[in-house]
Nanobody, 125 residues
Framework: QVQLVESVGGLVQPGGSLRLSCAAS????????MGWFRQAPGREREFVAG???????RYAESVKGRFTISRDNAKNTMYLQMNSLKPEESAVYYC???????????????????WGQGTQVTVSS
């Protein structure tokens, strides 16, 4: 079992920045893929970004150039730096682990094995 805990999100103005973190504990291994997803009310959970154990990344087209995913394997922690945030990106953000993958970053939420509780990010003036 892997437990994931996201940092507290918050309210940010349009165009602003926010950094989320996700701390893993339990049966942690540094060789699995980790990812960030988000879900707005009435919408499906969507892939935002993913990262392999050695730093390979994949982003949703909508966030490329604005969001940066990273991880610190020594601390079992993953990060998501979000810049130039838009109101339509208000959602609950979740971190997740794909325990069955080490090098392939999949974008389907159902293929991830462990999830954090989610953290609310609201982009509004």
């Amino acid at each position: 079992q892997v437990q994931l805990v996201e940092s507290v999100g918050g309210l940010v103005q349009p165009g602003g920045s926010l950094r989320l973190s996700c701390a893993a504990s339990g049966r942690t291994q540094n060789d699995y893929v980790m990812g960030w997803f988000r879900q707005a009310p009435g919408r499906e959970r969507e892939f935002v970004a993913g990262i392999t154990w050695n730093g390979g990344t994949r982003y949703a087209e909508s966030v490329k150039g604005r969001f940066t995913i990273s991880r610190d394997n020594a601390k079992n922690t993953m990060y998501l730096q979000m810049n130039s945030l838009k109101p339509e990106e208000s959602a609950v953000y979740y971190c997740a682990v794909d325990a069955g993958n080490t090098v392939v970053i999949v974008t389907t939420a159902g293929l991830y094995d462990y999830w954090g509780q989610g953290t609310q990010v609201t982009v509004s003036s």
